[in-house]
């Protein structure tokens, strides 16, 4: 290629017809005020750095992204928001749910908020091939956990319940870290108090379809979806199972996916017919007469080589590359309402990969976010309902 496809005599820079030429060019046009502001209030609050030190921006004390390897764990660094009644004056709001009581086989993941804040501290805040940096176009905080009761799912679950919608309500958006996928009840239950008639889609990433009523007698985290689509505001003809497959697909689930006529893809399904009639398999489904879709992704859903750090790993998953661009083209297109990540178990997690590999999904959502115009929100979504409504289930028997 000759360089007069690069250049022309009137620029110095012409950015080629690449991905990445065209995210050199958005660069340039994004502004610097959230870094200023950081670096500012980290001299304010961490005192000017020892005379020794050239770089003035350098502050004593550790304030704001730098150093990657020093700091308190939020999530990205980002602001800990002690007065969650404030957090309607955030455009995002991280929050960990560190709940494993409704494990059934390997327990860790209630330390999966903990994972995934700590290696989120590897990320800046900027994505190269997209052209968004969070810091300057959105406002993030991280609001903690909720307070989650051990070996008691019931009572742990109307906590996520009450917690999520409050931050739901607030018109912030939730991004939910788990957890094990037990919370996918809790946490849906939570945004339909405030869907009053309006309904939502679940977008389901996952190995196991998640739909079985009971688990050793309890509601565990194989039966969430059974339980969130008896709500009338989540239909389960709104809910898509993307990557279901293998040799842990407990077959009272399936009976009632027949049943109840729910949406499920394969890894083969999705190879086959391609990632974007995948996508768009998806997004028909979740947004049949839905107002909004809430997507729960579980790292599992990736092939266990890539993602050893979960409860129920399970080979032949999705690759991150194919799980990622799935992701990426729901979030784009569909009016998103919220996203938990769940089974990140750092017990047996190797190098920090499956802790890293949800914060990769949790900052890969918000910048697409940013790209589709949904965030930063100019008002609250028309779908939350400001009261507080009792959820109307509907018994399938």
Known sequence: MTEQSFSDSNSPFQPPSTQAGRALE???HLPLTGWQQ????????GLEAAESIHDRSIPTFSRGELPHFAGINTFLKAPYLEDVRKVGEYDVAIVGVPHDSGTTYR???RFGPQGIRRISALYTPYNFELGVDLREQITLCDVG?????PANNEKSFDQISKGIAHIFSSGAFPIIMGGDHSIGFPT???VCRHLGDKKVGIIHFDRHVDTQETDLDERMHTCPWFHATNIKNAPAKNLVQLGIGGWQVPRQGVKVCRERATNILTVTDITEMGLDA????ALERALDGTDCVYVSFDIDCIDAGFVPGTGWPEPGGLLPREALYLLGKIIQNAPVCGLEVV??????????????MAARVICDTMAHLVVSGQLPRKEKPAYIHPAAEPELVEEWR
Do not use: C, Q, W
């Open 26 to 28: 958005k660069e340039a």
């Open 38 to 45: 950081e670096v500012s209030k980290g001299l304010e609050y």
């Open 107 to 109: 327990p860790g993941t």
């Open 145 to 149: 956990d909720i307070f989650t009761i």
């Open 188 to 190: 849906v239950r939570g």
């Open 278 to 281: 995948a996508v768009n398999f």
């Open 343 to 356: 089974e990140v178990s750092p017990p047996y997690d190797i190098s920090d990969m499956t802790s890293l």
